[in-house]
């Protein structure tokens, strides 16, 4: 799994979605900045995962993928 988004331009407030997304555990938040959301008015909630998937999904699994990125 590698983290990527298609955001053009970059917004840091839908990356900030992602990163609680993958981060926190919080529950029933706006999956989107836009009102109404284009996708819908449905919640998602934070997966929570442990800094060592958070590692291998923004960086490490790239890395191992394509070694000359490092």
């Not at 990356?15 to 997304?21: A, L, N, S």
């Not at 836009?34 to 960086?59: C, E, F, K, N």
Request: cysteine-free; overall charge negative.
């Amino acid at each position: 799994m590698l983290f990527g988004t298609d955001e053009i331009p970059p917004d840091p407030e839908v990356y900030r979605i992602h990163f609680r997304f993958m981060e926190s555990d919080d529950e029933a938040f706006a999956h989107s900045t836009q009102d109404p959301p284009l996708m819908g008015r449905w919640t998602i909630s934070g997966l929570d995962l442990p800094d060592d998937v958070l590692a291998r999904v923004y960086a490490g699994n790239a890395l191992a993928l394509v070694p000359r990125l490092a």
